[in-house]
């Protein structure tokens, strides 16, 4: 039987152990923030949490116990390149959790199961090398009940592996440790742009159009439609290719353009396609358009623009034509029929530019696109000056060119010139440095070179 | 003895075949409606490297903050292998095409490379779905053509077969250590090895005589007849035209006006555009030809479409891989005579 005259722990001695443990805390440890893990979707059978979110950090005071540099093997270079296996431990006040950080986990018990304790799988950010450690196991028993009770939890923790959690505390410092990590994909996006204009001639005896006889077959690259020499302006033309299903992978031509309709044919001139195909021409010898000119290629389109002709006067057939867009300017105008009847030289009206283009977008917001695929992702890195948008969590991998994207947070919105789903490994602010182990692109660039797909696969594909 | 210098980077075309089998692999994450929350593309790279561009590339700032990124997937070559059950004979050699000329290459050998792939999960989850977007393809092997050697444009069916799947999850022992999940598969990549490819001293069979014996005893027939076939040009190598068409002609004309004969003559084969056509007779201006000669086809030619000959100088132009016809001639003997191969005439 112990002995009564002794308590071996009063209430007021255990306080005064604690508040000193606290002091010393306070004097000689780091401070850092909590971060507890909601989970968010769990998985039966394999028992694993497959979305967690971290959106809440609570300061509290760690003293780290590796005076003498973390535990671990430090850095090492595996197969899988660099891994960082840095190991700490850390003492916290179990009073001081119970007090600033328990609280608030018991009111959102929805989203915590456990509250009262640190938990294994939260995070502890550490601002000595900003690293952000994950909490693998919580010893509570040591020191050993001295004076009955215990007053810290000691927490093993190793550096976080991070996959596509959310970690948005709204503490810049600890949000910002992932921000070049884990899979990302590039949005190129246009600005505001300018209409693109041109205009043309009126010509006689030119080429109408160019009918298609055969769209032939076998082509691996467009073939130079040729037509037979005028005595005033040659015409020329383009073939525009398509792939009809069950073909392989070589071409037909879908149709032919001209590019100048030319001028004061006598007789209907011959068109040579190479190859399978075959196409005539049709002649106009009353006033047609003739060959186009860009006078302005304008900037800023995500999608090939409409091209409107004036049309012609009564009885004559109106011209018609398309724009042929490049790096979201337009190019050239390839015409599709030079019209006849026409009195004037018409005019040429070219579909507008994108005007959508404005805002800057927050790291960490959720941008979503306008289209029906509704894809949402989270904002990672944003450039102004290049308008390049660094994108994570993405929920289908389905981003159009051509489709809007809207930061919803910050109202930034802008048009999708080009989407990269490769991760990439530089960035065009020197800000940012990306762990790079992801040779993806590489290998598809160098492979582009050296595998032959030529050959179907005759089994078909799917 | 060894030491002609080559290098066809065989091994690394290899290597690049392999891993782009497997740069594309996405993974999903559902939340708990069922919906996609997360999409991600598995990121790919040969394990090995310079260690110091590993610290420099993956760990640019010292202070890492992560451990590292998951899931990832790493390969590396792990060996060779002689595959004698794909010998082939040793002193053969083949003639192929290196651009414009011949190129004489020994049969390439046959190797296995061994790779293994190893996927590095940080949900069971994650690593299943890898695994299953990988194992269905390969029964046991998965064909990928490469161009082994591009001078030559030598492409190979290599067969990448899947040898074995092992799978490593340790997540029993104390809670302070690491729970690492890693599939290592194991490949067998056939592919070839080529020695070192020489200019073919021999260059193109420009001539072919086939001598024809009046009987079947080697030591007293003698040689009957000689048969000789020549290449005969289908294309106007040396460009020269002289002359044009004088108005444009169809494709069932025979007698058409150009603009100069002089560079003409009967029995002389010229070229109209892709037509061959043998003329048969000049008178003045006008010249009378045979159509479509040499397998091609009659077609309409424009007023002013150039008139090319070709000669003897064609006909020596004609390049490795190119189309062409035949001159034969067949010859008469009563001699006795033999050719012999190293004097280069009849004995």
Request: with cysteine.
């Amino acid at each position: 039987m112990l002995n009564p005259f002794f308590l071996q722990g009063s209430q007021g001695e255990q306080g005064l152990v604690q508040d000193l443990i606290n002091e010393q805390l306070r004097m000689y440890g780091l401070e850092c923030h909590y971060i507890p893990r909601k989970l968010m979707t769990s998985r039966t059978i394999m028992k694993e949490v497959t979305e967690s979110r971290f959106d809440q950090a609570f300061p509290l005071e760690a003293y780290l116990m590796n005076v003498d540099g973390y535990a671990g093997q430090g850095d090492i270079l595996s197969k899988f390149g660099v891994r960082v296996t840095t190991e700490a431990t850390f003492v916290i006040s179990r009073e001081r959790f119970e007090e600033s950080v328990a609280p608030f986990l018991e009111q959102q018990e929805d989203d915590y199961d456990v509250s009262n304790r640190p938990r294994e799988g939260d995070l502890l950010f550490s601002p000595l090398g900003k690293k952000l450690f994950e909490i693998k196991y919580v010893e509570f028993e040591k020191p050993n009940y001295q004076l009955r009770k215990n007053y810290t939890y000691q927490l093993t923790c190793e550096v976080f592996e991070y996959e596509d959690e959310v970690i948005d505390t709204n503490v810049n410092l600890i949000d910002e440790v992932v921000q070049t990590d884990g899979y990302i994909a590039r949005l190129v996006l246009s600005g505001v742009g300018a209409t693109a204009t041109a205009n043309t001639t009126l010509a006689f005896g030119a080429v109408q159009q160019i009918f298609l006889q055969n769209d032939g077959y076998g082509y691996l690259a467009a073939p130079t439609v040729s037509i037979s020499t005028s005595p005033g302006v040659d015409a020329t033309a383009v073939a525009i290719m398509t792939s009809r299903s069950g073909i392989g992978t070589a071409k037909s031509i879908d149709r032919i353009l001209l590019i100048n309709p030319g001028g004061d044919y006598v007789g209907v001139p011959t068109v040579t396609v190479p190859g399978t195909g075959i196409a005539t021409a049709g002649i106009t010898t009353l006033g047609s358009v003739g060959i186009v000119t860009i006078t302005s290629g304008g900037s800023g389109y995500t999608t090939t623009p409409n091209v409107a002709i004036t049309t012609a006067p009564s009885g004559g057939t109106d011209a018609t034509a398309e724009a042929v867009m490049v790096g979201g300017t337009i190019s050239a105008i390839r015409i599709s029929n030079a019209g006849s009847g026409y009195t004037s030289a018409p005019t040429i009206t070219i579909g507008a530019a994108t005007s959508i283009g404005d805002g800057d977008y927050i790291f960490n917001e959720t941008v979503q696109v306008s289209s029906d695929s509704s894809e949402t992702a989270r904002v990672k890195v944003w450039d102004s000056s290049s308008r390049t948008l660094d994108v994570s969590i993405l929920t289908k991998m389905q981003f159009q060119v051509g489709e809007k994207i809207k930061g919803l947070e910050s109202g930034a919105e802008y048009v999708i010139l080009s989407v990269d789903y490769d991760t990439p490994n530089d960035y065009p602010n020197d800000q940012y440095k990306q762990n790079q182990y992801n040779d993806n692109a590489d290998f598809e660039t160098e492979a582009d070179a050296i595998l032959d797909f030529s050959e179907g696969n005759p089994f078909g594909t799917f | 003895m060894l030491g002609t210098y080559f290098y066809h980077e065989i091994l690394r075309k290899t290597v690049i075949g392999f891993g782009t089998l497997f740069n594309n692999i996405n993974i999903r994450h559902k939340d708990a409606s069922g919906t996609n929350f997360s999409v991600m593309k598995v990121p790919l790279a040969y394990g090995p490297m310079q260690k110091f561009l590993a610290r420099i590339q993956q760990q640019p700032e010292l202070e890492r903050e992560i451990a590292i990124t998951l899931p990832r997937l790493s390969f590396e070559m792990q060996g060779l292998q002689y595959d004698p059950t794909r010998k082939t004979g040793i002193a053969q050699t083949f003639i192929a095409k290196g651009g414009t000329t011949a190129k004489k290459v020994y049969m390439p050998i046959p190797y296995n490379v061994s790779f293994e792939l190893s996927i590095l999960a940080k949900l069971s989850d994650d690593g299943l779905q890898i695994l299953e977007q990988i194992v269905p393809y390969f029964q046991p092997s998965f064909n990928i053509t490469i161009n082994l050697i591009d001078s030559i444009g030598e492409k190979k069916d290599i067969p990448i077969v899947l040898e074995s799947i092992n799978y490593s999850d340790q997540y029993e022992g104390s809670f302070e250590t690491r729970r690492t999940i890693v599939y290592t598969l194991g490949f067998t990549a056939k592919t070839y090895l080529f020695g070192p490819v020489a200019d073919d001293p021999a260059g193109l069979i420009k001539k072919v005589d086939v001598d024809y014996y009046g009987s079947t005893n080697i030591t007293t027939a003698k040689r009957v007849q000689r048969y000789s076939a020549t290449p005969l040009a289908k294309q106007n190598y040396d460009d020269d035209t002289t002359t044009v068409l004088d108005g444009a002609i169809s494709e069932k004309v025979t007698k058409f006006k150009v603009s100069a004969t002089t560079d003409l003559a009967a029995n002389q084969r010229i070229i109209i555009d892709t037509e061959i056509m043998k003329i048969r007779s000049i008178s003045g201006q006008n010249v009378t030809v045979f159509r479509a000669h040499d397998n091609t086809v009659a077609a309409s030619h424009d007023h002013g479409a150039s008139i090319g000959v070709l000669s003897a100088t064609d006909n020596a132009s004609i390049e490795f891989g190119d189309d062409f016809g035949f001159d034969e001639m067949s010859s008469f003997f009563s001699d006795g005579k033999e050719f012999s191969p190293s004097q280069g005439i009849d004995i």
